[in-house]
C-alpha cells in the first residue's frame, strides 16, 4: 500500500512593493506560533530578503550563495543534486518553532535552471516535515513560478489603503491563473489603514471583491507601535498581545486560515 505524503499548507504573501508583505508574514508567524500551528517553514523568496530582520535573526547563508557555489565547488565524484542537499541544510535556520530558508539571489552569470530544479525538488521533500510554509514574495508574482509550487492554499494580497492599490491587488490576484499555480483561497488585507477610512474606499473594495475570486480579509491600522519596532530593529515577534494591527491581523488569519 502506498502511503500518501503529507505536506505543508503553503500560504503566500503577494502585493505591490511597500505594501507591508514581510510585516504580514512575521504577524503571522507571531500568530502561528502563538497558536503551536507549528513547525513552520518561512521561506523569505524575496531577493532583497529582510524577513529575518523583523524576526531577529541574523542570515549568513542563502540559497542563492549555494547555487553559485554548486556550478564551481561541487566535489569530483559527487552528483550536484547530492551537493545541493548537502548545502541546503546550512541555509536552513532552525529557530523556536520554526525555520527560516532565505533564497537571496544567486550572484554569478549564466543559467540557474539545473539548480533551480533540484531546489524545487528540495523544497518539495522538504515540505512534508512542516505543518504551514509561508512564502514572503518581493512585489509582482512570476517567480513564484521558480519554485514549481503547485498548490497554494491561501494567498495573500497585501494593499495599501487606496482605490488604485486595491485594484492594483485584485490585478495581482488574478495574474496567479496565469502561473498556473492551483489557489485556494485568495485574501485582500488593506494595510495600513488611517483611523477613519473613507466611506469610497470601502465601497472600491466591496466593488473589486464583487468583480473577482478575492476575500477581503480586514483592515490592518498604521500602527505607532509597528513604527517603533521597525525603526529599533526590534524583532515583531515580540510585539503585545494589547497592540491594534496585532488584534487586527490576528483576526484576519482567524477568520482565514
Ligand atoms: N500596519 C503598519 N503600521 C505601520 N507601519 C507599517 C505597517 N505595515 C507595514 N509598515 C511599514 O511599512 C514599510 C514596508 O513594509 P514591508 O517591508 O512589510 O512591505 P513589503 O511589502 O514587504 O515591501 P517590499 O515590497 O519592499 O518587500 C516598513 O517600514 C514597515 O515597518
Ligand atoms: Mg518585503
Redo the contacts with the bound molecule.
Keep these: 500500500m502506498t502511503t500518501i505524503p503529507k505536506t505543508a499548507e503553503i500560504i503566500a504573501m503577494a ?1 505591490k ?7 504580514m508574514s512575521a504577524l503571522l508567524i507571531r500568530y502561528l506560533l502563538k497558536r503551536h500551528l507549528t513547525p513552520v517553514l518561512a521561506v523569505d523568496a ?1 531577493a532583497n530578503a529582510n524577513l529575518n530582520e523583523l524576526l531577529g535573526i541574523p542570515v549568513e547563508v542563502t540559497m542563492g550563495d549555494i547555487r553559485d557555489r554548486m556550478k564551481t565547488e561541487t566535489p569530483q565524484g559527487m552528483t550536484k543534486s547530492d551537493f545541493m542537499e548537502m548545502e541546503f541544510n546550512k541555509a536552513l535556520i532552525e529557530s523556536e518553532g520554526f525555520d527560516l530558508l532565505v533564497m537571496g539571489q544567486p550572484q554569478g552569470p549564466g543559467c540557474y535552471c539545473m539548480a533551480n530544479s533540484i531546489l524545487a525538488g528540495l523544497m518539495e521533500r522538504l515540505s512534508s516535515s512542516y505543518r504551514y510554509m509561508l512564502v514572503d514574495n ?2 509582482g508574482m512570476e517567480h513564484l513560478s521558480r519554485f514549481n509550487l503547485r498548490k497554494i492554499g491561501l494567498l495573500f494580497v ?1 494593499s495599501d489603503a487606496s482605490a488604485r492599490g486595491v485594484t492594483a491587488a485584485r490585478r495581482i490576484a488574478d495574474l496567479t491563473k496565469s502561473l498556473g499555480v492551483e489557489v485556494g483561497k485568495k485574501v485582500l488585507i488593506v ?2 489603514a488611517p483611523d477613519v477610512i473613507p466611506e469610497a474606499l470601502n465601497g472600491h473594495i466591496q466593488q473589486s471583491i464583487a468583480e473577482s475570486d478575492l476575500i477581503f480579509g480586514g483592515y ?4 505607532p507601535e ?2 517603533a519596532y ?1 525603526t529599533s530593529q526590534r524583532s515583531l515577534l515580540t510585539l503585545s498581545d494589547d497592540v491594534r ?1 496585532v488584534q487586527e491581523a490576528e483576526a484576519i488569519f482567524n477568520k482565514t486560515l
Excluded: Y
Excluded at 17 to 23: E, F, I, L, V
Design positions: 502585493g512593493g511597500g505594501t507591508g508583505k514581510t510585516t524575496d518581493e512585489a497585501v494595510n495600513r490592518v491600522h498604521a500602527s509597528i513604527f521597525e494591527a
